[in-house]
Every structure is written in C-alpha cells, then in structure tokens.
C-alpha cells in the first residue's frame, strides 16, 4: 500500500510545514571566508536558482527498531522573494509550489491538491531561509546563524531556529565554492521529534533565466482542493 505521508510533506514537516542557500567565489579573499560570510554574501547575490536533488528522510530508531530512510529525488527552482517550487518525480509524482501567496501540493495518485496561506506555515523553515529575504540580516529575528568547521570539501553554516518549541531543531547548510558563483551542495534538516530530512544537490544554477510560469500554479481538472 502506498504511504502517502509524501516526500513532499516530509519535506514539509522538516523545512516548510515544520525545502537554497549557499556561495563562495574562488580565489581571493572568499578563499578565506566561513561559512557565514559566504552565505551572507548568497544573500545578496542570487536572486533565482534551480537545482536536481536527491532527500532521504530517515525517521528516529526505536526501541528494537533500526531507523527507517526513504528516499526521493527530482527538479528545485526558486525566486526571492518567496517563491519555490519541488518536483517530486521518484517514487512517486509530487509537486510542491510556492507562488508567494499560497503554498499548493499536488499528489498525483490521490489527484489531491492541498492549499495553504504562505504565511501561516513558512515562518522559521528551511524554505523560508532559502527564498524569503534578500539578506542575512532579515532573517536573523527567525534564524540564529553559526559557523561550522569545513568537512567533505564545503563550508557549513547551523541556522537554529529562535524560538525553542518550533518544529525545526536546527538546519545545516554546506556550501561548495565554484568558479562561477555560488553553489549549494547540502541542506541538513533536523525536527523536533528527531526526524532527519538530507537534501543533495546538483546542477546547481545561480540565477538562471526562468519561464514565466515556473511559480504559477493551477489545479487540475477534476482534483479535490482542500484548504485546512
């Protein structure tokens, strides 16, 4: 039977409910930069971005249990100021879109579309962090943001959230410098049961020129819309 708890809404729970950061510019002084100066300076600088990903969302181990990963893959774009869209294409068809106002999943199989204001759900999220401001600072009364030592080849920034009961614990965002701009790599999501969401990215673009319609969404003929 098919678990529709969703990539997407795994996702959700971890970085939207409760899905780019990222920049280092080769050579120079960015060669010396931490973390939080190159995300400081991807801030400023992407205005839009598209990426593939690869999730995996690996649930908490229980008592004579191992811990349970399932994992999901598919397209990323987004567009300051909040704006975003995920296609989920394996294992199953999903889209998740941001249109600046309301947050729109579509479940294929179930031919379902859920709808929710932006506002009410985004707040101190990973999506949020990634496409809501245009700098560091905006973000610093949702986001208490640290540098982390460089491992794997990037640089990594801890964004915790600021108010200690929400459901997002913590979000590492691991950062590769590329001669061309900025390029996020990894985005590390952590919630407050103990769920981990691990979000690769590849092809990254900065700034790309995107169709008109990317962050327009409308519901399919037919589908059931539910507005919670």
């Known amino acids: 039977m098919k678990n529709h708890s969703w990539p997407c809404r795994a996702a959700l729970a971890l970085w939207v409910k409760a899905s780019l950061l990222v920049l280092a510019l080769g050579g120079g002084a960015w060669a010396r930069a931490d973390g939080l100066d190159l995300l400081a300076q991807f801030m400023k600088q992407a205005r839009s971005g598209q990426a593939q990903f690869t999730q995996v969302v690996t649930s908490p181990s229980r008592p004579g249990q191992l811990a349970r990963a399932k994992t999901s893959s598919g397209s990323f774009e987004f567009q300051r100021p909040g704006k975003f869209r995920f296609d989920y294409r394996k294992p199953f068809v999903q889209t998740l879109v941001a249109d600046g106002q309301t947050l729109w999943l579509h479940d294929q199989d179930l031919n379902q579309v859920t709808a929710r204001p932006q506002s009410q759900v985004l707040g101190a999220t990973p999506a949020a962090l990634l496409t809501s401001a245009s700098d560091l600072q905006a973000l610093k009364k949702d986001f208490q943001f640290t540098p982390e030592p460089d491992r794997d080849g990037l640089q990594w920034v801890r964004a915790t959230p600021q108010a200690p009961d929400g459901p997002i614990r913590s979000v590492m965002v691991g950062l590769r410098a590329a001669a061309s701009g900025p390029e996020l790599a990894v985005l590390d ?24 319609n990317t962050f327009v969404y409308k519901a399919p003929a037919g589908a059931d819309v539910i507005r919670p």
């Open 189 to 212: 999501v952590q919630d407050s049961l103990g769920q981990r969401s691990l979000l690769t990215f590849s092809a990254f673009e900065t700034n790309p020129v995107l169709p008109a």
